[in-house]
């Protein structure tokens, strides 16, 4: 059923996030660890600040998209990856509607970038830095974050408070959750109908332009694999 929650306990981190340098992207929040506010040129898997020049995007491979749209979302992926090549491993225009075909299809790749076009013609999604497997428990890394592009650029930074990442369900994929009443993005085996609220693992609002529920008229998955 969707928006069905699970218990995992997850162990207290020890250590502490680290940033050489602080500022603010325009028009494109970063919202971080604990909620912290920093530049969409950050990396977080380092804790270190990278160049624009050094991070430029490649060929857009979306068709949701725009080029700078893509370009922006570039900015926040963790710096090790930009030297990869960015590809289109599924989409419902093309694969169907099917979350079953959605894991088949994308079976083994990693990271993924995963994006939705609602009803209400807003933009937003997951990133992903583990493959999709039927695990039967939250799993993901400190790496993993929400994000809207449309009507407004915001990424959703992991928060420390749990390890909520990530739930690989046969009817459902899940990501982010906590004390909070749902998930940060959950979305059914149809890819039809989902939900986002506010969740403790990500701190996000919700992504839908601030609705809860949403439709699905359009959804992609990119992958970062290195060939």
């Known amino acids: 059923m969707l928006g069905r929650r699970h218990s995992n306990s997850a162990p207290a981190l020890l250590t502490e996030p680290r940033f050489l340098k602080s500022g603010t992207y325009p028009a494109a929040l970063h919202h971080g660890f604990a909620g912290a ?7 977080d898997d380092l804790g270190c600040y990278y160049g624009m020049d050094s991070c430029e995007a490649p060929c857009n491979p979306s068709r949701i998209l725009t080029q700078d749209q893509f370009n922006l979302l570039w900015q926040w992926l963790p710096a090790r990856f930009m030297v990869n090549e960015p590809r289109l491993v599924y989409a419902t225009v093309e694969d169907g509607c099917s ?48 994000f809207t592009i449309a009507p407004s650029a915001v990424k959703y930074g992991w928060s420390r408070q749990n390890r909520y990442y990530m739930l690989v369900e046969r009817t459902q994929l899940a990501c982010g959750s906590g004390s909070c009443v749902g998930y940060g993005f959950t979305i059914d085996e149809e890819l039809y109908r989902g939900c986002s609220a506010r969740c403790d693992t990500f701190r996000n609002e919700p992504l839908n332009g601030g609705r809860e529920n949403f439709e699905c008229v359009n959804l992609e998955v990119i992958t970062l694999e290195d060939d």
């Open 37 to 43: 506010v920093v530049g969409a040129g950050f990396s």
């Open 99 to 146: 979350l079953k075909r959605l894991y088949d299809t994308c079976e083994g790749c990693s990271p993924l970038v995963l994006v939705v076009k609602s009803a209400e013609k807003n933009l937003f999604g997951v990133y992903i830095s583990e493959p999709l497997e039927l695990r039967g428990r939250f799993y993901g890394s400190g790496e993993d974050f929400l």
